[in-house]
């Protein structure tokens, strides 16, 4: 079955933190990994991971891709109570046309 | 700017009742995707859509169908609208660098 898995769930930091979420993902013909944030409405896209070892970079996230092990993680530093939300994985597989996703985690920053 | 709209951000149905969801994209995507998100389990797919006329299920279709008469276009219907279908719908499209873009959100609730 494919499966993304998101850990941890749930995680409260306080401002200034630094955070790392984790991601692994067992799917059939990998394209590509996703990471979104979701508030209180839709989510919005923030990376997308084809490549194992580059990292990519947003300010004050970043994310990198492990296709040997199969992982990816998610690092915010000095965090922000804006950064609360949802993170989501996902994983684009059989050949781009299906996507899985995480059951996501919960990020709560307290000032 | 990629847009996508759904029809209703809430709506209440009761049991039995037929229920459309709409979405619409402005973007000329081929590929677009109907989940629904609930507390602990994540965003499942329902249905999705690669072009018009043409639907492959999701990971959870039973009780739902879909339509994509236009391209811009992808309904989801609940041909008799159950309390279990109670959840959070987000619709969706794929660009051609698999990024997604999600609708608001329709919130549905059935008494």
């Known amino acids: 079955e494919d499966k993304v898995v998101q850990s941890p769930l749930s995680l409260v930091v306080h401002e200034g933190d630094t955070v790392t979420l984790n991601c692994s993902y067992e799917?059939?013909?990998?394209?590509?990994l996703l990471w979104y944030k979701q508030e209180k409405k839709a989510p919005t896209f923030l990376f997308m991971l084809?490549?194992?070892?580059i990292e990519k970079k947003s300010g004050r996230l970043s994310s990198i891709l492990d296709k040997k092990e199969l992982f990816s993680i998610l690092n915010i530093t000095a965090t922000q109570t804006g950064d609360s939300a949802i993170y989501l994985c996902?994983?684009?597989?059989?050949?781009?046309?299906?996507?899985?996703f995480g059951p996501g985690t919960r990020l709560s920053v307290l000032p | 700017d990629v847009k996508v709209t759904q029809s209703s951000r809430y709506l209440v149905k009761r049991t039995g009742e037929k229920v459309f969801l709409e979405c619409v994209q402005d973007?000329?995507?081929?590929?677009m995707f109907w989940y629904r998100q609930d507390p602990g389990l994540g965003l499942r797919l329902i249905y999705f859509?690669?072009?018009?006329?043409?639907?492959e299920k999701g990971d959870i279709p039973e009780g739902y169908s879909v339509s994509r008469e236009k391209k811009e276009r992808f309904s989801l219907i609940l041909e008799s609208a159950s309390t279990n279908q109670t959840s959070m719908y987000l619709c969706?499209?794929?660009?051609?660098?698999?990024?997604?873009?999600f609708g608001p959100g329709t919130r549905l609730t059935v008494t």
């Open positions: 996902a994983s684009n597989y059989n050949y781009g046309q299906n996507f899985v």
């Open positions: 799917v059939t013909n990998f394209r590509s």
């Open positions: 084809t490549s194992s070892g």
């Open positions: 973007m000329d995507h081929e590929n």
């Open positions: 859509s690669y072009d018009v006329k043409m639907k």
């Open positions: 969706a499209t794929l660009g051609g660098t698999d990024e997604q873009y």
